[in-house]
């Protein structure tokens, strides 16, 4: 059994939790891959590492002392080493550190210190080896990760026993340090994962997993004991924020289950994300919603153009300018001849005169109208296809809580249903379908 680990920010933010991530790794002999982000945020008014080092960048470019700012990150590593009782040479890692900033470094360099001291640490204090990411993790000049080459790395430099590797950082063709986008420390667990065969990749945080619904809206909230990756994808999209979108493919190729775990909570199984939950199900039927997510700030854009069915290239025309515009839009709930087009606000932010006044002038609609601050929230569940009346249980349950449906779309895959409220609706809307979709069934799984 191969299992890889990867401990979150939040997961090694002072000695304490460093003395947790030891318990989890050193209590199941599995666990021989470890890798880390930088140190995350002690408490509310703390920050991460991460963080800091980006805002030093600036001051080192435009000659403003970073000494402040850099000095914080020292402190907070020569508090590790002390309260851990570690011996290495962290003087001398800094000096070089600082050195290197004083030649002019890459912003990707500097960022990526936070993962190679985390690492540093905490190597020696499992006792295991410390494999620099930057020479493991190879990019290709594209910027994706070269999985060959990266294999062939990692396979010539795996001592014998435990390895600590950095997350978020590898090395580009010419050996120049690279950053993933923020997060990439799940990336780098996962490409991991694969290369090494692992039975399952632990992602361990701060949450025991996904939540039907976010418990800061619904506080009694129940785990999700698993998803299929498509869920994972249908909530992620609109919301529940547990894994870097990009992790998920190098564990998936190779059927690698993902575990979300709670470094704070060991004992909770967490949540499981499978390529295929049906042998599981079996035994322990889901809940027919998995998850209900959603997010608010989303702004309509509805035209009614007479006859526009029969023009052919219409809306090709019609889209052209969300792209000149480089707007993602996200759905297109339509009628016949009437269409909503659905973007994020903060896309449009500084471009939705321009989107509207071109629509008024190119395509001359018989009706426009612009509606801002719509939320869209999506029920997503493998165990809602083919269940009959569903989408009108749901809107009878919004209906008699007086929220009106203004979108709605359900694919045909019936994996999950999408719709679109007022924003100021958004927390009630959540609460009245986690009330009706899991806490009755809840209930009447215990009866
Ligand atoms: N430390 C990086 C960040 O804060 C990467 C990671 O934690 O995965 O985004």
Redesign the pocket.
């Known amino acids: 059994m191969i299992k890889v680990v990867k401990f979150?920010?939040s997961s090694v933010a002072n000695a304490e939790q460093f003395k947790k991530v030891k318990d989890i790794v050193l209590s199941d002999p599995a666990r021989k891959f470890v890798v880390t982000?930088?140190c995350g945020k002690e408490s509310s008014e703390d920050h991460?590492v991460?963080d800091l080092l980006y805002l030093c960048e600036p001051h080192v470019r435009y000659g403003v002392s970073y000494e402040p700012l850099f000095s914080l990150i020292e402190e907070k590593y020569q508090r590790i080493k002390r309260d851990l009782g570690l011996t290495l040479d962290l003087d001398a890692e800094f000096a070089k550190i600082r050195g290197t900033m004083k030649k002019g470094m890459s912003t990707d360099y500097l960022v990526s210190r936070?993962?190679y001291l985390t690492g540093l640490c905490l190597a020696e204090y499992l006792g295991y080896s410390f494999v620099d990411a930057a020479d493991v993790i190879a990019f290709a000049y594209n910027g994706e990760i070269d999985m060959e080459k990266t294999e062939e790395l990692l396979s010539a430099r795996l001592p014998e026993g435990g390895v600590v590797i950095p997350?978020?950082y590898g090395s580009l063709p010419g050996g120049a340090v690279r950053v993933m986008s923020?997060?990439?420390?799940?990336i780098t667990g996962s490409v991991i994962a694969n290369i090494v065969g692992a039975d399952v990749y632990e992602n361990w945080t701060d949450v025991s997993g996904i939540y039907v619904a976010d418990p800061r809206i619904v506080p009694d909230s129940v785990r999700v004991a698993r998803v299929n990756y498509s869920e994972l994808r249908a909530l992620s999209y609109l919301g529940a924020n547990v894994l870097h979108d990009d992790a998920v493919f190098p564990a998936r190729s190779k059927n690698i289950p993902i575990n979300i775990r709670n470094t704070n909570d060991p004992v909770n199984r967490g949540t499981m994300i499978l390529n295929d939950c049906s042998e599981l199900d079996k035994d322990e039927p889901p809940y027919t919603v998995t998850g209900i997510t959603g997010r608010k700030g989303f702004t309509g854009i509805t035209l009614v153009k007479n006859h526009s069915t029969t023009e052919v290239g219409f809306f090709r025309r019609l889209l052209s300018v969300f792209e000149d515009h480089h707007v993602s839009i996200e759905y297109i709930p339509s009628m016949v001849d009437s269409y909503t087009i659905i973007v994020r606000s903060e896309a449009v932010a500084n471009c939705l005169y321009d989107i509207v006044g071109w629509i008024r002038e190119k395509i001359k609609p018989d009706a426009l109208m612009v509606e801002e601050h719509i939320a869209l929230i999506a029920c997503v569940g493998r165990g809602m296809n083919h269940k009959l009346g569903l989408s009108g249980q749901l809107l009878s349950e919004l209906g008699a809580h007086g929220i009106n449906v203004k979108i709605i779309e359900l694919t045909s895959d019936e994996l999950g249903i999408v719709f679109g409220i007022d924003d100021d609706k958004f927390e009630e809307a959540i609460r009245c379908i986690y009330a009706k979709f899991i806490a009755e069934e809840k209930k009447e799984s215990r009866a």
């Open positions: 979150g920010g982000s930088a991460k991460t936070g993962e997350g978020f923020r997060g990439g420390s799940d």
